[in-house]
Nanobody
Framework: QVQLVESGGGLVQAGGSLRLSCAASGDIGSINVMSWYRQAPGNQRELVAIITSGGHTNYADSVKGRFTISRDSAENTMYLQMNSLKPEDAAVYYC????????????????WGQGTQVTVSS
């Protein structure tokens, strides 16, 4: 079993900051790419930020310069530091990991967390 658990969401005023965490656990063999997605009511799920096993990052244009993605590969944990939050950042944020399990090294699949709610008041 593999489990991804997000934490750190909550209510914040516009201009404020939050730090999301995603902890991956279970019979994990290797994690390749980890990423954050978000989905606001009535909208499709969208990619927010991505980080490779080598530490390369990429961001949605809407969050560049405000959000920072990072990971602790030794702990199978990923973070999203969100600064200068705007009301339009409000959404459920999901963690995604592209990983292979111990018994199937090299056979990669996507795994999702349950999401954490971020609410930004204006």
């Amino acid at each position: 079993q593999v489990q991804l658990v997000e934490s750190g969401g909550g209510l914040v005023q516009a201009g404020g900051s939050l730090r999301l965490s995603c902890a991956a656990s279970g019979d994990i063999g290797s994690i390749n790419v980890m990423s954050w997605y978000r989905q606001a009511p009535g909208n499709q799920r969208e990619l927010v930020a991505i980080i490779t096993s080598g530490g390369h990052t990429n961001y949605a244009d809407s969050v560049k310069g405000r959000f920072t993605i990072s990971r602790d590969s030794a702990e199978n944990t990923m973070y999203l530091q969100m600064n200068s939050l705007k009301p339009e950042d409000a959404a459920v944020y999901y963690c995604n990991a592209y990983l292979s399990r111990l018994l199937n090294i090299g056979d990669y699949h996507n795994y999702w967390g349950q999401g954490t709610q971020v609410t930004v008041s204006s």
